[in-house]
């Protein structure tokens, strides 16, 4: 009676917790992606509406950052309206190794911008990742530099200003360009624009005051987004507005926040960085001149919604016939770790590394990258790198995972003694555990070392979980066979024969594809090498175990059930050969063949 109350309670705790997977993980993610083509279109459409009411048909200059001039009430969203939106004002064509676009001489800003080396799926033919994108787009997305002047300054350069281009129009890492713009006071403003061959430009404004009396004015830089990703980041990884300046230091706010907090101003900084970042993208500006400069984290509902990262730098003077140079770094790309990294060493840019997500536990997090990268370089093949990154760690665990193995068979040589005690104290559990840590004392086990190779694991599936889901890296890294991008899930599923039946399996069943049947086997004939617990409710959890784990681990990136099941086959050929050195009998065909065989019941 007592085995059948506790195997019902092991079902439905098993139940429970699938039920727990299913609505609060797998649930929630089907119904974004469901819902992900509504939203966006109902958000065009509010946005749009509020557009127009707020400005029908024309824009106006704001006198400082903050203040951002209504959308046009137009949008396009098709690729022939986007290129008829970019064909509206003049520019200067931008073309790298690894970037294309232009920039927009109205506002002197970057908003037309494509990353050369990487596409929107899988497929190489599919349309590059748009990264930067005019105002009147939904998802307008741009970078701007301008200045704030006085009633004495004149006009200085903003959103409205146009710029005139001297000589070279296409800016190439091997040619700037300059723009030029000369208001009614005698100011000149001389803008020098360059790039390197990745992804970062640089803005050196240089101010030149040929009139007779001495100006002041102020210099900005803001970052401005328009929309946000469809479907919400994990919980592991942040998306929105960040940067570090000031005694601060990392400053992270997710869009969620800060629509509900609206602004946040920091202290001020002379150094730093700041801007919007996504998952595998960023945009953010760098101030290099060490001026002093006020930093904003905000979001304006005010017209037409709009997320902005901006600082504006203390008042600068420039006395008459003399002039002032200013520059600004802006990164805008893809969030390449190694060259991420150069950019921080190189150009001593403060925590410019931290704009990749590598979490509280950045300690084992950046390592475990770097080994899986190295690998990588070696077999060409990130699956392969994640297989070899498997044997490295096992080897460095190795002598714990052996002592834990061998205290293990010597649990299984003395399990003779252990039935003995049980049947002497069956009516006496207080007597049957004191005789229990008595035998274990005499005979030098350790009754949880079964427990640590699989806990050793954890800080390691932690670790490779984060790099496989933040790392541009493993995007659509393939391994081989029907896994063409390790960061994303097995596209095969149980529920139609791995795709043999020609159907798509409704959306409230579990996701679990091939890999995650393979993960359960090895875990489950791992666990079968094991003793078989004397409670009879952990004899169940240890059955019903790697059920649960097979589903929990469908929705997860491939590369990371890639790496559990290679793990664990590692473990049961390492357990095995531990078992025999001590002398152990190795039961796992004993194991599996009682699964079949008739329990005796009471009575007999």
């Known amino acids: 009676m007592e085995n059948n109350r506790n195997f019902y309670i092991t079902i439905v705790l098993s139940v429970l917790i699938l039920g727990l997977w299913q609505i609060f993980y797998v649930m929630p993610r089907s119904e974004q992606q469901r819902e992900a083509a509504r939203i966006e279109e109902q958000r065009v459409a509010e946005q749009k509406k509020a557009a127009e009411a707020a400005n029908p048909g024309g824009t106006t200059a704001p006198a400082a950052p903050g203040a951002i001039p209504n959308a046009p009430g137009t949008y396009v969203t098709t690729p022939e309206g986007r290129a008829q939106e970019v064909a509206k004002t003049a520019r200067v064509n931008i073309d790298t190794p690894s970037l294309s676009g232009s920039i927009n001489l109205t506002g002197g800003r970057l908003d ?81 624009v360059s790039v390197d061959n990745d992804y970062m430009f640089t803005v050196s404004d240089a101010v030149q005051n040929s009139g007779s009396a001495p100006v002041t004015l102020s210099n900005y830089g803001r970052v401005i987004r328009f929309d946000k990703p469809a479907i919400a980041s994990s919980y592991v990884l942040h998306e929105g507005l960040i940067g570090v300046t000031g005694t601060e230091g990392l400053q992270e706010h997710k869009y969620a926040d800060i629509e509900k907090n609206k602004l946040y101003t920091p202290g001020k900084s002379t150094d730093g960085w700041l801007g919007i970042t996504d998952k595998y993208w960023a945009v953010t500006l760098v101030p290099t001149e060490k001026q002093p400069f006020q930093p904003h984290y905000a979001y304006y509902d005010n017209g037409r919604p709009r997320y902005q990262s901006d600082f504006l730098t203390d ?140 806990a050793l694991q954890i800080p390691v599936f932690f670790s490779l979980y984060k790099v496989l889901y933040i790392t541009i890296e493993m995007r659509h890294a393939p391994f081989f066979g029907w896994i063409q991008d390790l960061a994303a899930p097995d596209p095969t599923s149980i529920f139609n024969l791995f795709g043999l039946l020609p159907f798509a399996p409704p959306a409230f069943l579990p996701h679990m594809g091939a890999w995650a049947v393979v993960m359960g086997i090895t875990m489950f004939l791992q666990m079968r090498m094991n003793p078989t617990p004397p409670d009879p409710t952990q004899a169940q959890i240890f059955t019903w175990m790697p059920v649960i784990f097979t589903f929990m681990m469908g929705s997860f990136p491939a590369g990371l059930v890639i790496y559990w099941a290679w793990n664990n086959t590692l473990s049961i050929l390492q357990q095995g050969v ?27």
């Open 112 to 192: 037309d911008l494509k990353l050369k080396h990487y596409t929107e799926t899988v497929d190489k033919t599919s349309p590059q990742i748009q990264l930067l994108n005019p105002q009147a787009l939904p998802t307008g997305y741009y970078a701007e530099i301008g200045f704030v002047g006085s009633d004495t300054t004149g006009a200085v350069p903003g959103p409205e200003t146009v710029w005139s281009v001297d000589g070279n129009a296409t800016l190439t890492p091997a040619t700037p360009v300059t723009l030029t713009f000369t208001n009614d006071k005698g100011l000149t403003f001389k803008r020098t």
């Open 315 to 454: 008042p600068i003077t420039i006395a008459a016939g003399q002039s002032a140079t200013v520059e600004t770094e802006i990164f805008a790309g893809a969030k390449e770790v190694n060259k991420i990294n150069a950019y921080a060493q190189d150009r001593q840019i403060r925590l410019f590394d931290r704009l990749i997500d590598w979490g509280w536990f950045i300690w084992i997090t950046k390592p475990m990258f770097y080994l899986i990268d190295t690998l990588y370089k070696f077999f060409g093949n990130f699956g392969l790198a994640i297989l070899a990154t498997t044997v490295v760690v096992k080897t460095i665990f190795f002598p714990l995972a052996n002592k834990s193995y061998a205290s293990m068979a010597n649990m299984k040589k003395v399990q003779p003694k252990m039935l003995e005690i049980r049947e002497k104290y069956a009516d006496d559990k207080m007597k049957q555990q004191q005789a229990m840590m008595e035998l274990y004392k005499t005979e030098k086990i350790n009754p949880l070392a079964g427990c640590w190779p699989v």
């Open 578 to 604: 531990i078992m025999k050195r001590q002398g152990a009998k190795i039961e796992l065909w004993d194991n599996l063949a009682a699964l079949f065989r008739k329990k005796p019941s009471p009575a007999e």
